[in-house]
């Protein structure tokens, strides 16, 4: 089966640069999504193919994917922007077929 | 709007069944690619099975044989029969719309599953 791994925790002051990894076996080559998950609610999608936002997102989201990692960038970090990221990426030749990442906690120090 | 509004969830003994519901507005589940995630207590996502608006199916291999997905086109719901529980199957449970990309744009909110005696 296919893994993608994520590092546990990111920490960051506000106003700064997050950046969380999803690594992946030749990742580049396939679509990479990730969601913001807050505390007790559902997960929200915060880029999907890459890169691209969906209508509502701020553009302090952006999203890159080459070679062996996917990167989700958070710029001018909030304290709202504290909370759970997972990448997801879905693979017709994997078992299971949806995959997600393991999980980054952020932190707004 | 589009809304998805689980419902069915809650305590089952061990080797129980439980029928998850998830009713949809705002679109058409027949013509979605619609799925069921789970998340465990503390722990991360886990994709648990999908159905095609084709009306293929496919399972996580920790599901496979004992949960079955499918849909009801006149009420717009989708469903997750759930046999042969396990405590590793206690999660919340979550409904979901999948994109054309194979993103999910839509979450339910979500039905706590327990399984214990």
């Known amino acids: 089966s296919y893994v993608l791994t994520q590092p546990p925790s990111v920490s960051v002051a506000p106003g700064q640069t997050a950046r969380i990894t999803c690594g992946g076996n030749?990742?580049?080559?396939?679509?990479v999504h990730w969601y913001q998950q807050k505390p007790g609610q559902a997960p929200v999608l915060v880029v999907y193919d890459d890169s691209d936002r969906p209508s509502g997102i701020p553009e302090r989201f952006s999203g890159s994917n080459s070679g062996n990692t996917a990167t989700l960038t958070i710029s001018r970090v909030e304290a709202g922007d504290e909370a759970d990221y997972y990448c997801?990426?879905?693979?017709?030749?994997?078992?299971?077929?949806?995959?997600f990442g393991t999980g980054t906690k952020v932190t707004v120090l | 709007e589009v809304q998805l509004v689980e419902s069915g969830g809650g305590l089952v003994q061990p080797g129980g069944s439980l029928r998850l519901s998830c009713a949809a507005s705002?679109?058409?589940?027949?013509?979605?690619?619609m799925s069921w995630v789970r998340q465990a207590p503390g722990k991360g996502l886990e994709w648990v099975s999908v159905i095609y608006s084709g009306g293929s199916t496919y399972y996580a291999d920790s599901v496979k044989g004992r949960f079955t997905i499918s849909r009801d086109n006149s009420k717009n719901t989708l469903y997750l029969q759930m046999n042969s529980l396990r405590a590793e199957d206690t999660a919340v449970y979550y409904c979901?719309?999948?994109?054309?990309?194979?993103?999910?744009?839509?979450w339910g909110q979500g039905t706590l599953v327990t399984v214990s005696s």
């Open positions: 705002g679109f058409t589940v027949s013509s979605n690619y």
């Open positions: 979901a719309r999948i994109t054309g990309e194979q993103s999910i744009d839509y």
């Open positions: 997801q990426v879905w693979d017709s030749s994997s078992d299971p077929l949806y995959v």
């Open positions: 030749n990742i580049g080559s396939k679509s």
